[in-house]
């Protein structure tokens, strides 16, 4: 549900999420099992990237697991170098927003070839899809997805031949929440013209209501959808954002479309919570997992609200704890990606594991985090990634991931001792023994941040009975806060109601604020946002005074 490039959820449909996501039906539990893969030639990848009983296989017959990321190139199209990035964190596809010139510049031929070629180059699957079909029938400056088809078979010379290496996605999210019945008709329209023009590749489908289906319109229409298309060649887009606060609704969902045979991925999710919910990014990720479906998490950079930008302007050495979260943790890119074997991964003929990591050493301690680097691990072929566990007795516990040889972990609790080890992988799946062990205690935490810390605070709208602050807080200080509390207190009865970034607890005008888990962390000279709605009388003076951790902060 992103659009110019904002992480801005749209405000049209705020009143509507709570009340009717619950729609999203409970179906039965089910789960797929693996394709086999096999040897391959050169030859075997003559029929491209295809669908075949509900699953994403290569032209070999390989089962093929997107795990990527999106990437705002029509609107950063000088940022060439962000493939190569995505690809050493170990992503196998990346999702590349383009232009067909009705809301934007309309990305050329040219254009759209060099980012196949760099794709390639990096040994990418490249979904390529057209961005300004956003929110049709409900943005007016949204086009349609006939429009969008039209510029496919405009570069129908660029991408022919690049099955193997390219999925097209029509449109973004090409329906809002009004009437999206309407949605159907012309995504099969959508799709037969691209058939009748000569396209083989595999054709991705967005959802309506901004991509979320929270109506469950595209769900109850997929088989006619599917049906439609005569090569079978086609692949179904949830976009899980706010509407997704549940394991319930993430797993229902999901469900529906392995239950039914049908093809489907995640092909944009947050994390991050906002006024609009808390999406359930684990029980996502999870459950791409353990169904072995695609996801592609939104997105790299350059997000006019940057709490969903995986990486701090576009530097691959600055993830955000939401980067972080994708690359990096449980079930995430580093873990769980593989290359495709079109570039010669997954080599389904290796079974020689690789040699064990080095003792991890830890640096960078904190009351909630620590930083573990080890000497790399060989293999045969390639080493692709790491996975870091923390051991307990008998037991080991999956707290990380990693494409290279060092990880932070976060998450942990303050003055606790700490045992972690690490296992080295290869792209067939074939992992190392475990290394040596490395113990820590995180430190006792609670310091108090004193001058170090600025509080912005601002009211963002105002209505008869409430209204929505945004507190912005600034570490002015020299080390790193791991963990704070912010306290502040309300002259005129303003009463919270409702928060995103943090976790507030009120006693009368006093309001104290727990950060989230992506907020909890503020770098030197950095600074994390905490929004929220309240209720309020005739009169809302804004708060004179905030502390941080017990210590006085400056007002900003």
């Not at 999106?70 to 596809?93: C, F, M, Q, V």
């Not at 109506?215 to 706010?242: C, E, K």
């Not at 806060?481 to 109601?497: C, E, S």
Request: proline residues 4%; glycine residues 12%; hydrophobic residues 40%.
């Amino acid at each position: 549900m992103r659009a110019t490039r904002s992480t801005t959820r749209t405000s049209r449909v705020t009143a509507l999420l709570t009340a009717l996501a619950t729609l999203i039906g409970i179906v039965a539990l089910g789960a797929l099992g693996p394709g086999t893969a096999h040897a391959q030639s050169a030859d075997d990848f003559a029929t491209g990237l295809h669908i075949s009983d509900g699953r994403l296989l290569e032209g070999n017959g390989n089962d093929f697991i997107m795990r990527g990321v999106n990437h705002a190139h029509t609107w950063y199209p000088g940022e060439t170098r962000s493939l190569a990035d995505i690809k050493a964190l170990g992503a196998n596809t990346v999702r590349v927003v383009l232009s067909d010139g009705y809301r934007w510049s309309e990305n050329s031929p040219a254009d759209v070839a060099a980012i196949v070629a760099q794709c390639k180059t990096n040994r990418l699957i490249c979904v390529l899809e057209v961005h300004d079909t956003t929110g049709y029938g409900e943005d007016a400056a949204a086009g349609t997805l006939d429009h969008a088809a039209d510029y496919w078979i405009g570069l129908k010379d660029v991408l022919a031949g690049e099955e193997n290496y390219v999925i097209i996605n029509i449109g973004n999210e090409p329906w809002g929440n009004t009437d999206p019945e309407g949605w159907t008709a012309p995504t099969i329209a959508a799709v037969q013209k691209l058939r009748n023009a000569g396209f083989e590749h595999t054709i991705m489908v967005d959802a309506p209501n901004w991509g979320q289906d929270w109506q469950g319109v595209m769900r109850a229409n997929a088989q006619s959808v599917y049906d439609a298309d005569p090569t079978g060649n086609l692949i179904f887009s949830i976009h899980m954002y706010s509407v997704y606060n549940t394991a319930q609704k993430v797993t229902d969902y999901l469900h529906a479309f392995v239950d039914a045979g049908l093809p489907i991925l995640i092909g944009e999710f947050g994390g991050p919570a906002d006024q609009y919910g808390d999406p359930d990014e684990d029980t996502m990720m999870a459950t791409a997992e353990q169904l072995r479906l695609g996801y592609l998490a939104w997105s790299w950079s350059g997000n006019t609200d940057p709490i969903l930008d995986l990486a701090i302007d576009f530097d691959p050495s600055r993830l955000s704890s939401w980067g972080r979260r994708i690359f990096n943790g449980v079930n995430g890119i580093a873990q769980t990606s593989r290359e495709a074997t079109v570039y010669g991964g997954g080599n389904p003929g290796d079974t020689q594991a690789p040699s064990t990591a080095g003792t991890p050493t830890a640096s960078a301690v904190a009351a909630t985090s620590v930083t573990l680097t080890w000497t790399a691990a060989t293999d045969n072929v390639g080493v692709t990634g790491y996975d870091i566990v923390r051991v307990s007795g008998g037991s080991e516990t999956t707290v990380a991931a990693s494409a290279t040889n060092t990880a932070t972990v976060t998450g942990l609790t303050a003055d606790t001792a700490y045992t972690f080890a690490v296992y080295a992988r290869d792209a067939a799946g074939n992992r190392s023994a475990r290394s040596a062990t490395v113990s820590v205690t995180t430190d006792k935490g609670g310091s108090t941040p004193g001058v170090g810390c600025a509080v912005g605070y601002r009211v963002v709208g105002e209505w008869p009975d409430g209204f929505q602050g945004e507190i912005t807080v600034r570490n002015t200080g020299a080390t790193t806060i791991n963990g704070w509390t912010l306290a502040f207190a309300f002259a005129d009865g303003q009463t919270v109601t409702n928060m995103w970034g943090g976790s507030p607890t009120q006693n009368g005008g006093t309001v104290s604020v727990a950060p989230a888990s992506y907020t909890s962390t503020i770098p030197t000279g950095g600074s994390v946002t905490v929004g929220f709605t309240a209720g309020k009388g005739t009169t809302n003076a804004a708060p004179t005074a905030f502390t941080l951790s017990g210590a006085s902060c400056a007002t900003a």
